[in-house]
């Protein structure tokens, strides 16, 4: 067997890597947080679906979220350990040290990289994890990771997935058995001898869910989050014990929205057409609610892009589940055009009471609406037109969910590259009318130029942005684009306005008190 240092092609990597039975860790790592903002795992569900994948092939697979640790690990050297990084972010995590000797026994690591300001944690950590053990193969993955490739080789992984990952990684993991080449992993990116990026062939889509083995919840550390109690979303009493995980019951969106990296992820792009539309059956959706309320679980947080894309299917899989008792939460957005029947036309869409009375019925508290703008101009350049402001009375939207006891979020965006004062200021009004409608809370968000978006693409072209921008500034409370309409210093006190005079003052105090104390 070579030694790490003599290692040179990823074909010498992999031979140096192989092994009868190679054991998987996968990792979210540590995150980072600017000061005053609030702090909370992440916990997606990216790596129990990779975990799952690997363990149905018979591989040994755990996953560690180092945010928080295993379960029942004192969360005062995770989640509690708050450190103040170089860059003046908060690091919040397992420290480098107690991560090391978690790695030391695995043989492959995969690093779960989905949002672009987490990038400096998770690079430090591959460093650390390469230096201390060069030999361990590297890969990583998420929509960050395939999007920022030269940052990910430089840091030390040997392989990025561009795709959905679940046959990447169990081919890895024959290859690493068998004797297979690079070329039997289907879907991933590496560095040749000269240093050039190479790809092997498409990951194979999967079009039917159904096939996907069920999320494996049981090595996510579910006791550590329950004492934590703070999910990504929702409006819950401090103190509370919350009793969650997330479900998924489709992937991909039909909407193409220019700040979303759905928006480049089609046919004869890179990544294999995932962000088409796709599904999961109604039987297969209610035996993971089932199993989600067999592990314990009272909130489930429903993940999907697109919940009601399909909304008879939709309406059949909550009538199916209302039995179960569980509380059920939707904090992505679920699109405005689907919660009314209806054409889109020059009549007053009618709201769509059967659908929300059957989500009261099956458990829903609450959900999020994506409001956007109050600027159609805007929403129909940037956000797929996918909801008409004329046609749509909120106030009617609203009050309806408050009838069955539903209680609505709103999101709302500033800082497109050629709004105007007066476009921010009707969104801004938009949301202060909407919580006197009724809705429970408005989040402002930066309009942010995540690499991998069509939006991405644009600012550079426009001047808005440089290409090697810094990860750690791309932050949702954070406008960094320049020549805009309104000065990116305004914008942010705008937004930080907004949000303090459009909600109420305990939701505010709410929010406050998950700020961490350095």
Request: aromatic share 8%; hydrophobic share 40%; with cysteine.
């Amino acid at each position: 067997m070579l030694h790490p240092d003599q290692v040179v092609s990823i074909e010498q990597k992999l031979a140096a890597a192989r092994c009868a039975s190679p054991r998987f860790l996968l990792l979210y790592p540590p995150l980072q947080f600017s000061v005053g903002e609030v702090v909370k795992p992440d916990g997606s569900l990216s790596l129990a679906y990779l975990a799952a994948a690997l363990r149905d092939a018979g591989y040994e697979a755990d996953i560690l979220d180092c945010t928080v640790g295993f379960d029942r690990s004192p969360l005062d050297k995770s989640f509690h350990n708050v450190t103040e990084q170089d860059n003046g972010l908060l690091r919040v995590g397992l420290s480098a040290e107690d991560i090391l000797k978690v790695v030391e026994r695995y043989d492959v690591v995969g690093l779960s990289s989905i949002f672009t300001p987490q990038t400096t944690p998770c690079l430090e950590l591959v460093s650390q994890i390469k230096r201390q053990f060069p030999g361990k193969l590297i890969i990583a993955g998420g929509v960050n990771a395939r999007n920022l490739r030269n940052r990910f080789f430089a840091a030390g992984v040997d392989l990025i997935a561009m795709s959905e990952a679940e046959a990447t990684v169990t081919r890895l993991g024959e290859a690493l058995q068998g004797g297979g080449s690079i070329a039997t992993v289907p879907g991933v990116a590496y560095l040749d001898e000269s240093g050039r990026e190479q790809k092997t062939a498409h990951a194979p889509l999967v079009k039917d869910l159904d096939e996907l083995p069920m999320p494996a919840w049981d090595l996510l550390p579910m006791q550590q989050y329950w004492t934590i109690s703070r999910p990504h979303g929702g409006n819950f009493p401090l103190g509370q014990t919350i009793r969650y995980a997330s479900l998924q019951t489709s992937r991909g969106c039909p909407f193409r929205c220019a700040y979303c990296h759905i928006s480049r992820e089609q046919a004869g792009s890179d990544h294999s057409h995932i962000g088409s539309f796709r599904m999961k059956s109604v039987e297969r959706v209610y035996r993971e609610f089932e199993t989600l309320k067999n592990m314990g679980v009272e909130y489930v947080f429903i993940e999907d892009d697109s919940l009601f894309m399909k909304k008879r299917r939709a309406i059949d899989i909550f009538r199916m589940v209302r039995d179960l008792g569980l509380k059920l939460l939707d904090v992505n957005g679920i699109n405005i055009c689907h919660l009314h029947s209806g054409k889109q036309g020059t009549d007053e869409l009618q709201v769509d009471t059967e659908l929300i009375e059957v989500l009261a019925e099956a458990g829903f508290t609450s959900l999020a609406l994506p409001f956007e703008s109050a600027s159609q101009r805007l929403l129909d350049k940037y956000a797929s037109s996918k909801w008409k402001i004329r046609n749509t009375n909120t106030a009617k939207l609203i009050r309806t969910f408050n009838d069955y006891g539903i209680k609505v979020s709103g999101n709302y965006m500033i800082g497109y590259p050629d709004e105007t004062i007066d476009e921010i200021f009707e969104t801004i009004t938009m949301a202060k009318r909407n919580v006197e409608e009724g809705l429970d809370y408005a989040l402002f968000f930066a309009v942010v130029p995540f690499p991998g978006s069509e939006l991405f693409e644009i600012a550079i072209r426009d001047g808005h942005i440089d290409r090697e921008i810094e990860p750690d500034q791309m932050r949702w409370t954070k406008s960094i684009m320049r020549n805009l309409k309104v000065d990116p210093s305004t914008l942010e006190h705008l937004r930080q306005l907004a949000w303090l005079l459009v909600n109420r003052s305990d939701y505010v105090k709410y929010k406050r008190g998950m700020i961490p104390e350095v």
